[in-house]
Nanobody, 122 residues
Framework: QVQLVESGGGLVQAGGSLRLSCVAS????????MGWFRQALGMEREFVAA????????YYASSAKGRFTISRDNAKNTMSLQLNSLEPEDTAVYYC???????????????WGQGTQVTVSS
């Protein structure tokens, strides 16, 4: 049983930056691929970024590539998402998730945090 808790969301102006964090307790964090998803109001949850258990590979949605960076620190059971050059279209609740495999498919993840709100104003 793993618990995931996100933090770091907030309100920023377009062009600004935020760093989101996810802390895992329980489970086997250092063996698990991890990912970030987001869900805008009235929209389905969508993939943002994923990282392998040892950080040897990462993968980004097209909307995130070049602006967002996923990372993890297995010694601290944490994962981060650096958000740069934020746009109003990035406004969403951001969720960290544990994967059953390295994947961009929501169904391949089996544990989720409660989410943290990112709001980008124009």
């Amino acid at each position: 049983q793993v618990q995931l808790v996100e933090s770091g969301g907030g309100l920023v102006q377009a062009g600004g930056s935020l760093r989101l964090s996810c802390v895992a307790s329980g489970g086997t964090f250092n063996r698990d691929p991890m990912g970030w998803f987001r869900q805008a109001l009235g929209m389905e949850r969508e993939f943002v970024a994923a990282i392998t258990h040892s950080s040897d590979y990462s993968y980004y949605a097209s909307s995130a590539k070049g602006r967002f960076t996923i990372s993890r620190d297995n010694a601290k059971n944490t994962m981060s998402l650096q958000l740069n050059s934020l746009e109003p279209e990035d406004t969403a609740v951001y969720y960290c998730a544990r994967g059953k495999k390295f994947s961009d498919v929501e169904a391949d993840y089996d544990a989720w945090g409660q989410g943290t709100q990112v709001t980008v104003s124009s």
